[in-house]
């Protein structure tokens, strides 16, 4: 069936450090793929998102491209702030657009 | 745009009685899906609904939980005889046609004693 596997956390980096989670997927077919944001004591919400295969989203400084050779989707910051501090959750699309999920990354940034 | 609203925010059992949760979605929006989440992973789809017609249920965790959308606008999430188990916070997301994008609610914390 179809999953998705992203980084381990938490992951730790000082303000003003380069991001990268990666984020890795099986799937049949061409899924969209999204990255999701929770901060503490908030909802999730959509940070960015893909369609199609080479397509790069980006958003706040974010981005992830989709490369569906490597069935990768990581997310990069090139310089990230303390406020970035919270949850990312990769994920896919299934059929009927039902959301399948990696288990999480929690991203802490140092002062 | 007043986004998802869920209610209550947070709710307190003893195991074995019933609950409901309800989710109101952004008005224009035609599909409603429901997600629980535990401690430390991802959402775990449980159903969805296009406008009232439910059209995948097979995901449900047990036959103690059920959903309503009875007239395409809010919905409703019921447990039956919770379980310590049960004990999650529940997730309600709509979204416009086939647009892709999910807009989450904030969550119901279920606590199950």
């Known amino acids: 069936g179809n999953s998705v596997t992203q980084m381990e956390g938490p992951v730790t980096l000082s303000e003003e450090a380069f991001l990268t989670i990666n984020c890795t997927y099986t799937?049949?077919?061409?899924?969209?793929l999204f990255w999701y944001v929770q901060y503490p004591g908030e909802g999730l919400q959509l940070l960015l998102k893909?369609?199609?295969a080479d397509d790069k989203g980006s958003n706040k400084g974010f981005e992830a491209t989709y490369r569906k050779e490597t069935t990768s989707f990581h997310l990069e910051k090139g310089s990230v702030q303390v406020s970035d501090s919270a949850v990312y959750f990769c994920?896919?699309?299934?059929?009927?657009?039902?959301?399948?999920w990696g288990a999480g990354t929690k991203l802490i940034i140092k002062p | 745009d007043t986004g998802v609203s869920q209610d209550p925010r947070h709710k307190i059992t003893k195991r074995g009685q019933n609950v409901t949760f309800r989710c109101d979605p952004i008005?224009?929006?035609?599909?409603l899906y429901w997600y629980r989440q535990t401690l430390g992973q991802g959402p775990e789809f449980l159903t969805y609904?296009?406008?009232?017609?439910?059209?995948?249920k097979s995901r449900l965790l047990s036959d103690r939980f059920s959903a309503e959308r009875p007239k395409g606008s809010f919905s409703t999430l019921e447990i039956q005889r919770t379980e310590q188990g049960d004990s999650a916070m529940y997730l309600c997301?709509?979204?416009?046609?086939?647009?892709?994008?999910?807009?989450f609610g904030p969550g119901t914390r279920l606590t199950v004693t």
């Open positions: 997301a709509s979204m416009r046609g086939s647009s892709y994008e999910q807009y």
């Open positions: 008005s224009e929006h035609n599909r």
């Open positions: 609904f296009q406008n009232e017609a439910q059209l995948e």
């Open positions: 799937a049949t077919g061409y899924p969209s």
């Open positions: 893909a369609t199609k």
């Open positions: 994920a896919l699309t299934d059929s009927n657009y039902q959301l399948i």
